[in-house]
């Protein structure tokens, strides 16, 4: 195994917070999931990972309200109890459906006022550390919803506003509105990153480093395909969900391509697949931490060696080279005109 290392803490955005480079998720917690998938874990469960993720120096977790519809903040939030509240950083979302009021949905300030004393009552708690836009809302005004998430930070009853899920130029657009309107902004950006689908590489880290806002990674293992226990002729592990919900997509040739290559370095390293994974994003310079989720105690244990994983930089050239996106315009464009900028040795 490379060197031994335990959890480290990195600044979230340009923020003075520090939070764990793994960040529990909790999508897992409750009954009926997001998208009507995943949520499983009763009480007694939720506790066992939340104390084992605490315990190996996770501070960060990371929910929201449409997760199992509520269920899962409140069951987080009852396995919370006790805890000193200063403990851990506590992030969770708006935007979903919650109920079938016509107004039960999206970025107003209706619903955002709403949402968050619901939040705040399922997970027992009188503030939201991180408090995140969990989508684009294409019908309320960007200036409407940040104003109204000024009001909760200037209120006390959110620390820090992030977003999720966002294209670049709308990400920019609230960054702008926001120093315009000397609002509250956001400080991190929750999106889709894997070795397998580096779409996020082409406009979005460009800005948020830029930016310097936080990245939040969710699904780093691309919904288990990188977990090493998919094959390319479709068979997989009973009860995966991949087996029966096949999301995030992504380019499967490039992705098996990929884990050939990871299944050699995590030999070289007596390391597991989805370790190389989760340790190809924490060697990202963009990435501020990674969000596991677990439905046992064994997965969650496995994801969390990950921080021992010390990947050379001839291994980290390795898995580039295999999972490199295309060159698309304007990126070659971009390289182009840079390289001619070079001084030429």
Request: proline residues 3%; charged residues 25%; hydrophobic residues 40%.
């Amino acid at each position: 195994m490379s060197e031994n290392k335990t959890m480290k803490y990195r600044l979230l955005g340009r923020t003075g917070l520090l939070v764990s480079e793994l960040c529990l998720g909790t999508m897992t917690f409750g009954g009926e999931g997001y998208w009507g998938v995943m949520g499983k874990l009763g009480q007694e469960s939720v506790n066992e990972i939340v104390a084992r993720s605490l315990d190996a120096g996770i501070n960060f977790i990371d929910t929201a309200d449409v997760y199992s519809f509520g269920q899962s903040e409140t069951l987080l939030g009852k396995a919370l109890e006790g805890r000193p509240r200063d403990s851990y950083v506590l992030a969770t979302k708006v935007r979903g459906r919650m109920n079938e009021d016509i107004n039960a949905i999206g970025l107003s300030r209706y619903h955002i006022m709403s949402s968050v004393e619901s939040s705040l009552k399922r997970l027992n708690t009188d503030h939201i550390d991180l408090y995140q836009i969990h989508g684009f809302d294409a019908v309320t005004p960007l200036d409407e919803t940040l104003r109204a998430l000024d009001d909760l930070v200037r209120q006390g009853k959110v620390r820090y506003i992030g977003a999720s899920n966002l294209a670049a130029w709308q990400l920019m657009k609230a960054l702008g509105i926001s120093e315009r309107l000397n609002l509250a902004r956001f400080e991190s950006l929750q999106s889709y990153y894997t070795i397998a689908g580096r779409d996020l590489e082409r406009e979005v880290i460009p800005l948020v480093q830029d930016q310097k806002l936080g990245i939040m990674v969710w699904s780093p293992l691309a919904g288990g395909l990188l977990s090493g226990k998919f094959n390319r002729d479709g068979s997989s592990p009973d009860g995966s969900r991949r087996a029966t919900f096949d999301f995030p997509p992504v380019n499967k040739d490039r992705a098996f391509d990929s884990v050939d290559v990871m299944r050699e370095v995590a030999a070289e390293l007596d390391s597991t697949v989805a370790q190389v994974a989760l340790a190809w994003l924490l060697h990202q310079p963009a990435v501020t931490s990674v969000i596991i989720g677990a439905k046992t105690i064994e997965q969650l244990d496995d994801n969390l060696k990950a921080v021992s994983v010390c990947l050379s930089e001839e291994q980290l050239e390795r898995l580039n080279t295999v999972s490199a996106l295309p060159a698309e315009y304007p990126q070659w464009m971009v390289a182009r005109q840079a390289a001619g900028r070079l001084p030429q040795n």
